[in-house]
């Protein structure tokens, strides 16, 4: 258990041997980075409570509903229904926690096999058209360049869908989507990238938006768990890549997934 009191013991620096100011340096800085991680872990563990305990207390709610008040046949169907989505939405809540860790930890390591990039990305595109446009939103695949990589073909499939997914959850009526793929550099790094003209993340809440449970302070009305970005993560440093992000605030994001070049392209 850390306290307060642990976090507050930084060294007074007092200028009277070199060594031991540079000591004392070292240590304040290790100091602010333990509370930095600490003060981020609770913050994730009160996200986690909360993001369980919303379906749970709604699960509870129609439970009690059934129980006390002798429903129709309609509307007991009706209540049925909604607690069965309602389990969906924490059963879905908990595997995406499950492939994250195991991701991590290497107990679920991707299994690699040849994946066509463009072709995937394509697929995604399709798949999304249809939400797209119920939301006037223009989705534009501008995946052209043909790209073959080793790769987890559903792992990384999932991780463009969130990217996809939250580039339309974020951007009103009337904006565009675009996603593309390109090779980039001698070494052909393979670039995936997904960019809206949304809402924009503001700069202070952009080294978060990857934390596991993180939700911005506007996206509270819109669904979601805060997993989406923590799990295309994942799936990227397991094939070795990373993600990085690009936005403004009223004009819009790029995410961009960066790839390692296929040993054999
Ligand atoms: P969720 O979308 O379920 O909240 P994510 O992990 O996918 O969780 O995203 C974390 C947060 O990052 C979101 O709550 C939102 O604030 C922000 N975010 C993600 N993608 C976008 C985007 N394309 N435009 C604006 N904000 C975004």
């Known amino acids: 258990q850390i306290s307060e009191s642990d976090?507050?013991?930084?060294?007074?620096?007092?200028?009277?041997?070199?060594?031991?100011?540079?000591?004392?340096?070292?240590?304040?800085?290790?100091?602010?980075?333990?509370?930095?991680?600490?003060?981020?872990?609770?913050?994730?563990?009160?996200?986690?409570?909360?993001?369980?305990?919303?379906?749970?207390?709604?699960?509870?709610?129609?439970?009690?509903?059934?129980?006390?008040?002798?429903?129709?046949?309609?509307?007991?169907?009706?209540?049925?229904?909604?607690?069965i989505e309602e389990c969906d939405r924490l059963l879905d809540m908990i595997n995406t926690m499950l492939t994250i860790a195991r991701t991590e930890s290497g107990t679920a390591p991707p299994v690699l096999a040849p994946v066509d990039l463009d072709q995937l990305v394509k697929v995604a595109c399709d798949l999304f058209q249809a939400l797209a446009e119920d939301k006037q939103i223009a989705l534009e695949c501008a995946a052209g360049t043909p790209c073959r990589i080793d790769g987890d073909g559903p792992m990384l499939q999932r991780m463009l869908a969130n990217l996809i997914d939250n580039a339309i959850k974020y951007t009103d009526s009337g904006g565009t989507v675009t996603v593309d793929l390109a090779l980039h550099g001698p070494h052909g790094e393979i670039r995936l990238t997904v960019t809206d003209t949304g809402e924009g993340i503001p700069s202070e809440e952009q080294p978060r938006v990857f934390d596991r449970f993180y939700r911005g302070d506007r996206s509270r009305c819109h669904a979601g768990a805060g997993l989406g970005l923590s799990l295309a993560l994942t799936v990227a440093q397991a094939h070795g890549g990373r993600i990085t992000l690009e936005s403004e605030p009223g004009r819009g994001s790029t995410f961009t997934v960066h790839l390692p070049p296929a040993a054999n392209p």
């Open 7 to 83: 976090l507050d013991t930084r060294v007074p620096v007092q200028h009277r041997y070199a060594e031991i100011d540079q000591l004392a340096v070292t240590f304040n800085q290790m100091l602010d980075r333990i509370r930095r991680l600490v003060t981020g872990m609770r913050q994730m563990n009160d996200n986690i409570a909360h993001d369980l305990r919303s379906p749970i207390t709604r699960i509870r709610g129609l439970a009690e509903v059934t129980l006390t008040h002798d429903p129709d046949l309609e509307s007991y169907a009706r209540m049925a229904a909604n607690t």
